[in-house]
């Protein structure tokens, strides 16, 4: 995610934090200004926000730990203005598992609370009016800081559990419907729960809080994006890129000039090309480059190609490239025969097509 400052890893695990968070910390400042604070308590209500916060990285590492437990790697935990997102490289597919990972995150905080509970007089707290607890809570106490901590670990678990896919209540929905339904069908009823949801947390956040829409803008999107994803890949099951991909296409020789490589865009459809030698693919030049150095057309293809690339077997399954592709969007992949030699290319528009090709037939 663009604009991010990095704080450090845990367990391999880079932690992020979004350049708008700093709109959260702005924004509680305000607020407490606003409402007749001083320095001091302005300081206790962003110490308790970054403490909060902290509480909500340990929240995703409890998901990132729990899926490395099943093999699944982490890349990243960003924190923004509404949470945290942990970015797994994929969600476990069997259904156990991703309801292990799912819960894993609120129970970080349950453990939170009951430390704290154990801690911090709660009982005592709660066993008065509401009038003198409201009145002793103004005061800026570290008893005060832990008791609002504790309050926020248990709103935490309550929200986290919300039905509203793809937040954590939404996947453990996901994962029992899926025990019984299958993967496709209980992503479908879980998404659209979700974006129910989405709608009531637009229309809340309109009356009461705008971070409530979001929160419905990201399950909004979330629910849509995850459904689209396991509908294609459901589509691409049993499937190998050998299916899907170029093989009537131009190849360019290192020495070739981009005068060659203009002719080939204008007296065909082809945007992109794999620069090659003896079938060995030495690089790929891209659209772009072509058109912004198109003003030196006698300048080798070799001196502008992308040597750094990625290449695919044509015996790897469909379903596993497709992730791949949409992580390097607008990229040109050569395929290797298992002779290691090219034999076609492969993106995202071809993977897309495919998709469209078998919605149709199993339609």
Known sequence: ?????????????????????????????????????????????????????????????????????????????????????????????????????????????????????????????????????????????????????????????????IPAFPMDGGRVLRALLAMSLGRVKATQIAATIGQSIAIVFLLLGMLFNPFLILIALFVFVGAYGENKMVQQLELLK????????????????????????????????????????DGTPLGILMNADIINNINNPNLLVTDVMKTSFKEISSNDKLRNVLSLVELHKGQFFPVLDTNKKLIGAIDMTNINEFILFQSKLDY
């Open 1 to 161: 995610m663009k604009g991010s400052i990095n704080l450090g890893k845990v367990s391999g695990i880079k932690i992020k934090v979004h350049w708008t968070f700093l709109f959260i910390i702005v924004w509680v400042a305000f607020v407490e200004i606003n409402q007749g604070g001083n320095l001091q308590s302005v300081l206790f209500n962003i110490a308790l926000i970054l403490v909060v916060f902290l509480c909500v990285v340990l929240h995703e590492l409890g998901h990132a730990l729990t899926a490395k437990h099943f093999g699944v790697k982490t890349k990243k935990i960003t924190l923004l203005p509404i949470g945290g997102i942990a970015s797994l490289e994929k969600i476990p597919e069997e259904p156990k598992q991703e309801l292990l990972v799912a819960i894993a995150g609120p129970l970080v905080n349950v453990v939170i609370a009951l430390a704290l509970y154990f801690i911090v007089p709660v009982k005592q707290f709660l066993a008065d009016n509401l009038t003198n607890i409201l009145e002793n809570l103004n005061e800026l106490s570290l008893a005060n800081f832990l008791f609002y901590l504790f309050t926020v670990n248990i709103v935490l678990v309550i929200f986290n559990f």
């Open 238 to 277: 049993g499937h190998t890129v050998s299916e899907a991909m170029l093989t009537n296409i131009s190849l360019l020789k290192p020495n070739d000039t981009l005068a060659r490589a203009k002719d080939l865009i204008l007296s065909g459809t082809e945007k992109n090309f794999i620069v090659e030698q």
